[in-house]
């Protein structure tokens, strides 16, 4: 027996396809959100600018709405056609289980963009000024949001090849961040810089590198919107595992590019 089509919506009613597009739509609306929330935080941080930070959790109160909202229409969109007792493809399937994955991990890059407006400190008039972020820390925060950007632009234009450029990068942030720290160390056992800013510092690089590590999930499920290969992460590269055989995807073993 063939498998039974998605029923016809009622007149004026959109169909599946047409709700999950909508949804698509709206996680990369979310994705924008999150973009604006992320560099508002970086530049609250990096200019000390205490009432920018103070809004930055006003900006998660939108994407935090918008997540549940997100993943409430996805669990009713798949809960409507299992009551048509419809059969939903691979690919639209594919589709609804991606939207709720990305939507999870933009919320949390917002969280993050939270705890690092939290560190912004402003100077204080009368008091000694702070002192001035080493601009290699500006380089390293320029690099997180350029691969928030890169990872929103291959989930609105469905590109998988941008998205293993968002894969390699997360090895880039991870070494930056480390001969930061290294330098921030050597600086520390010459008293040439304050313990409670190399603290900061090292706050800081932390949260970039969890930036990283969620955009490089996102990229993940990118590829597997697209092509259907399932990545996973080894020690220095990726690697892609066929959903199916002669999928036209890179097999176990082989990395990706």
């Known amino acids: 027996m063939p498998p039974t089509p ?3 919506a009622p007149q004026g009613q959109p169909t599946f396809a047409q709700r999950a597009q909508r949804l698509k739509a709206d996680l990369i609306e979310q994705a924008r959100r999150v973009q604006a929330l992320s560099e508002a935080s970086f530049e609250a941080v990096f200019t000390r600018n205490k009432p920018l930070a103070d809004r930055v ?3 998660d109160d939108v994407i935090d709405r918008a997540d549940v909202a997100i993943e409430k229409a996805s669990v009713a969109l798949l809960l409507d056609a299992t009551a048509a007792h419809a059969t939903i493809t691979e690919t639209n399937l594919r589709l609804i289980l991606t939207i709720v994955k990305i939507n999870n991990e933009l919320e949390r890059i917002a969280d993050i963009g939270v705890d690092l407006a939290a560190l912004t400190r402003a100077n204080t008039p ?3 000024p702070l002192p001035t972020f080493p601009d290699t820390f500006r380089v390293m925060a320029n690099s997180v949001i350029g691969i928030l950007r890169d990872v929103s632009q291959a989930l609105l234009h469905d590109d ?5 450029v968002v894969l390699q990068s997360q090895h ?3 070494a930056f961040k480390d001969a930061l720290l290294r330098d921030a160390e050597e600086k520390i056992s010459k008293s040439a810089m304050p313990l409670d800013f190399a603290f900061q510092l090292h706050e800081i690089a932390g949260l970039c590198e969890i930036v990283a590590d969620h955009s490089t999930n996102i990229a993940e499920q990118i590829i597997y919107l697209t092509t259907g290969a399932i990545v996973r992460h080894e020690a220095t590269s990726w690697v892609e595992v066929p959903s199916a055989p002669n999928s036209g995807t890179a ?3 082989q990395k990706t590019p």
Do not use: Y
Request: charged residues 5%; positive net charge; proline residues 30%.
């Open 126 to 128: 009368g008091a000694a």
């Open 251 to 253: 097999g176990p073993g």
């Open 6 to 8: 998605p029923p016809p």
């Open 57 to 59: 959790p006003q900006l």
């Open 172 to 174: 880039t942030v991870t």
């Open 160 to 164: 998988p090849v941008l998205a293993k």
